[in-house]
């Protein structure tokens, strides 16, 4: 299996996150390729040339009345391209990849993907802890007080980060943050499919139950650096 990780070529805090994510691959001694991601200046609309989800997030930044709300739009759309390669490569492969932010530490060896049926996501110790943005309730009071098994699991019902956008997508659990994760052959498929039929949606909206089984690993086998470059929302 390969890890792939995503870094936006030519900015300094993106390049300088994937220096330190690398030495810690070495260290674990991962199987990685490092890749620059799609971003709004490299952004081709034709490369996924599918609508806009209906209700969602990513069409409202699109259709929002505010500039710099607007602007988000290519921005996120960005980011989910370099998921939807990601699933493009996985069923090339015909093997699971594994998908790594710039800005995420490997804390262990690489994980396997036996078990994982579509997605697994690897870094719930960290997505409701500072510096994510997500560290807050009641997200961070439910991975504190949840009993977490150890391997692989599924994300259960009191998991509190819903869908809330009114699309089809509505109250299905979200993944959160497209961090560092597993993504299988089958759930590639699903990705895929979801994104064609369905139409474009932010990343870490379109990873959703709804999509994909979602399952997580704990413990953890990465964690977030201390600095967060926030580039979804910069860019």
């Known amino acids: 299996m390969l890890a792939r990780v995503i870094y936006v070529k030519g900015n ?11 030495a810690s691959l070495e260290k674990y001694e991962w199987n ?20 806009l989800l209906e209700g969602g997030r990513l069409e409202g930044f699109f259709a929002h009345p ?3 709300e607007r602007r988000k739009y290519e921005t996120k759309r960005s980011c989910l391209y370099n998921n939807l390669r990601l699933a493009q490569d996985v069923i090339k492969k015909n093997e699971s990849m594994i998908f790594l932010e710039h800005d995420v530490l490997a804390t262990a060896p690489m994980p396997s993907d036996k078990g994982v049926r579509d997605y697994c996501f690897l870094n719930m110790d960290g997505a409701f802890r500072p510096p994510s943005c997500l560290a807050k309730q009641p997200m961070a009071g439910w991975y504190k007080k949840h009993g977490h098994k150890l391997g692989v699991q599924t994300f259960p019902e009191s998991y ?9 997508y509505l109250g299905y659990n979200l993944t959160p943050g497209t961090s560092a994760y597993i993504l299988t052959v089958s759930g590639a498929n699903k990705l895929l499919t979801a994104a064609a039929e369905f139409g474009l949606e932010q990343s870490d909206f379109l990873i959703n139950h709804g999509v994909l089984e979602l399952e997580y690993m704990n413990p953890s086998p990465v964690k977030f650096q201390k600095t967060n470059p926030n580039l979804s929302h910069k860019l």
């Open 12 to 22: 300094k805090p993106s390049e300088s996150c994937l220096k330190d994510c690398v």
């Open 66 to 68: 505010n500039a710099d």
């Open 32 to 51: 990685y390729e490092v890749v620059g991601g799609v971003t709004r200046d490299t952004l081709d609309l034709d490369e996924f040339p599918f609508p």
């Open 160 to 168: 509190p980060l819903k869908y809330y956008k009114k699309s089809r």
